[in-house]
């Protein structure tokens, strides 16, 4: 791969920084201010955000060129840049409808969806209109085993009629989530990996029902939040199921690629940003006479970020590259390895960045302490550390020790 980003990235990447630098900072704290003190509500100036972000041309950006019309043309390597931009601000990337889940939502129905559901569903999530949720993991079972999942979609007629009851449901809580994707059993006498199929359920069917939202590390992460809800015959029309039965595993195989791409580099961002707070921080304060900057064990700390950031940047990069030369299946051993790399490197130099500020490291007058949170969560998401440490070391036992 070359290491050097296109024009086309470089051109959007100034375009991001700049719209980021008059329209994002200036507003992150009264931002987080407004979240917090109004849970489940939006931010007033969202949609202004959105309307300007679009009418920049830095909208939908996340979308592979493969998927046609719906697509602005960007490749998953050229688009990597443009989410490290973004995960600088941890709420930024909804301006410009490029955050989870609804990106990974949107991916499922622009490749898999019918034309139905893509007129009924896609459409609004790409314009805006509408927000989404996907409901995978359940409490009852490790649902890191995605062919644990239990929840049942049984035929009856021309519907189909859903029980379970998940957790961790990302976006199920925004005021404007309209949608869920649902992952459940159809059949649970095929072998394990067919059991499986997705659905899409609008979150205001009868028998649907919010339990709660589940705080992260004591936060709700307001306004998309992480809901537990229960599916109680749930009715829906045979038509809302995505491609067919037993083809769940599969979509979602496909549906974590990309999407890991874009948290790795949401993540690098982050990590990114504290560097620098670290560094402005260091040579602002004295400490025993003498800048902080001067003592080794900050410069050991700050070198080490360095390395750390660009040696996880280079491997998501890799990962994004081949992706988009030969396909998911074939990037499976580096998407691994960025899934495993990136939290763990955000975690670390997020935590040096707090502890280079002391006291104001933990509060909330600066992004630090979310950042952590974020960091530390993703190491749970889209599969737990184990399952890709387990998976990849079995790779690689079979590719290298013949």
């Given at each position: ?26 507003i992150e704290?009264?931002y ?9 509500r ?13 009418a920049a ?13 719906f ?15 973004m ?24 490749k ?13 999530l ?6 989404s949720?996907?409901?995978m993991t ?23 009629v ?18 869920f ?29 919010i ?39 599969a ?30 921080r ?5 400490a ?26 280079l491997?998501t ?30 975690a670390?130099?997020i935590?040096r960045a ?25 190491r ?23």
């Amino acid at each position: 791969m070359h290491f050097s980003y296109s024009p086309k990235t470089l051109e959007l990447r100034h375009r991001l920084e700049a719209f980021m630098a008059e329209h994002v900072y200036p507003i992150e704290a009264d931002y987080v201010r407004w979240t917090h003190d109004h849970p489940w509500r939006v931010f007033p100036g969202m949609e202004a955000l959105k309307a300007k972000a679009k009418a920049a041309g830095l909208w939908n950006l996340f979308l592979p060129r493969e998927y046609g019309d719906f697509s602005p043309g960007l490749t998953n390597l050229e688009y990597a840049p443009l989410a490290e931009v973004m995960g600088r601000v941890l709420w930024a990337s909804e301006i410009f409808n490029c955050n989870a889940p609804d990106t990974g939502n949107m991916e499922v129905l622009a490749k898999y969806g019918s034309g139905h559901q893509q007129k009924k569903w896609l459409l609004p999530l790409l314009d805006g209109q509408i927000r989404s949720a996907f409901l995978m993991t359940e409490p009852a079972v490790a649902s890191s085993d995605a062919t644990n999942i239990a929840t049942r979609i049984e035929a009856a007629g021309d519907e189909y009629v859903i029980n379970g009851h998940k957790w961790w449901s990302t976006g199920a809580m925004h005021p404007d989530c309209t949608v869920f994707v649902v992952m459940g059993k159809t059949n649970p006498e095929a072998d394990r990996h067919h059991q499986q199929s997705m659905i899409l359920v609008p979150a205001s069917t009868p028998g649907v029902e919010i339990v709660r939202p589940l705080t992260a590390f004591g936060g709700y992460d307001s306004p998309f939040g992480h809901a537990e809800v229960k599916l109680t015959n749930v009715r829906v029309p045979a038509e809302n199921l995505i491609l067919g039965e037993g083809k769940g595993f599969a979509i979602a195989q496909g549906r974590l690629g990309p999407g890991r791409i874009h948290h790795c580099m949401r993540l690098i961002g982050a990590a990114q940003r504290s560097l620098e707070m670290m560094c402005k921080r260091v040579t602002e304060r004295q400490a025993f006479g003498r800048p902080i900057s001067a003592f080794s064990s900050i410069r050991q700390d700050v070198a080490r970020s360095a390395c750390d950031v660009e040696q996880a940047r280079l491997l998501t990069l890799s990962a994004a590259d081949r992706i988009d030369r030969e396909g998911i299946k074939a990037a499976k051993d580096l998407v691994s390895m960025i899934k495993i790399v990136a939290p763990t490197m955000a975690a670390t130099v997020i935590d040096r960045a707090i502890q280079a500020h002391g006291g104001l490291g933990v509060s909330g007058d600066l992004p630090l302490a979310d950042f952590w949170a974020y960091a530390r969560s993703i190491r749970l998401a889209d599969g737990p550390d184990e399952v890709h440490m387990y998976q990849l070391g079995k790779l690689k036992i079979a590719e290298l020790g013949q």
